[in-house]
């Protein structure tokens, strides 16, 4: 069963609906995001009966925003409790610190962020929403420099946000400490006997020590290959200690030389946010992970690798690092943007002044070509902005 909501949802994930004849709930939000009769809608007070008297539906859910929707209608089952786990970032530390016993986190309300003390011993850490989204208010902090930086910003005005409370709640902060290594994001379900099911491996890729931005995820056959097996057995406790069967999430992980992972958070009952992971892995793969998750269906890899080509396969997130206002833009070049990239596979415009980015596109590139990746990383994006 299906749940749409706000802000957005893809043509893929639609057509995947309509397709498939997935049921999909007949809230308000999702009528007007999908105005399509012909869908196998169910009412809103079908779908509380149905799921609540089957724990073992099958729940999917493009959006955050649909986490009150959950957390109201299906209170007696334990979707709001498992979504609790993840979605509060304290909550998730402590289920896995058995499993993680070494790694230090504290809380620190907003309120009192202005007079926390820290130390040089404290560096590096960082500090983040205990509930939050879309990297807003988190800082990566070096040194006092980096310190001082992050207290201007971590105010109630600057974190002012579009999303609901239960999605991002900026009065409370997690400090925690900084964990060395290479960024990953994983699409997964765990199955009905309780076992993570890899979806995609996508490499969050960062232009400086301190960027926290969305800006560039990029999966291939040589992540997955390299990173499946470890990543299985880093997943399969956490599911087990959460109790996880039939459950889709997008988490993402930090990964240091010497391979081991830490988890940095979790996001329930979806995969990565704005239908962006879920549709490259079809355009990369020719995985259509909604239908892998509501079939039970699993990779085949090995016959995957047989057929797809060896390249690189990104999401570009145009966020608005310019320093130009929303209120002063007129427009973003996408047209300008396709001649600058190799193959660009799918353009998302959105509009900046009503949206936190420019939109965003999805890229194959040639393993000899990483330049370009690496190019609209470290962009202002000035050169495509009209003002």
Partial sequence: M???DYPFVSDFLKKTIKENNFEIIATS???ELINDISLNWVSEKEAKEVISNNPETLV????????????????????????????????FRELVQDLFPDFFFKTVELDDIQNLEVSISDFPFVIKPVIGFFSIGVHIVHNSSDWETAKKELNYENLKSMYPKNVMDASTFIIEEYIE???????CYFDDDGNAVILNILHHKFSSGNDVSDRLYSTSR????????????FLNPIGNKAGLKNFPMHIEVRIDASRKIVPIE?????????????????????????????????????EIFKIREDKIYSIVLLNNNSGIESSEIVAFDFELLQNDL?????IRELDIKKDPVFGFVFTETSKDN?????????????????V
């Fill in 2 to 4: 299906i749940l749409i």
């Fill in 342 to 346: 190799e193959n660009i596979l799918e």
């Fill in 181 to 187: 290594g290479e960024e990953f994001a994983i699409d």
């Fill in 370 to 386: 990483k330049q370009e990746i690496m190019t609209i990383l470290n962009s202002d994006l000035r050169r495509y902005i009209k």
């Fill in 266 to 302: 979790v996001n329930p009952l979806r995969f990565g946010g704005w239908c962006t992971t879920a549709d490259l892995t079809w355009h990369a793969y020719g995985i259509n992970s909604y239908e892998y998750f509501l079939n039970g269906k699993k990779p085949n890899w090995n």
């Fill in 222 to 233: 040589n992540i997955i290959q390299t990173y499946k097996k470890s990543i299985e057995a």
């Fill in 60 to 91: 999917y859910t493009n959006s955050e925003n649909s986490i009150s929707w959950v957390f109201k209608n299906l209170k007696e089952t334990k979707l709001p409790h498992q979504i609790q786990f993840f979605k509060d970032k304290l909550k």
């Fill in 29 to 31: 939000q999702a009528k």
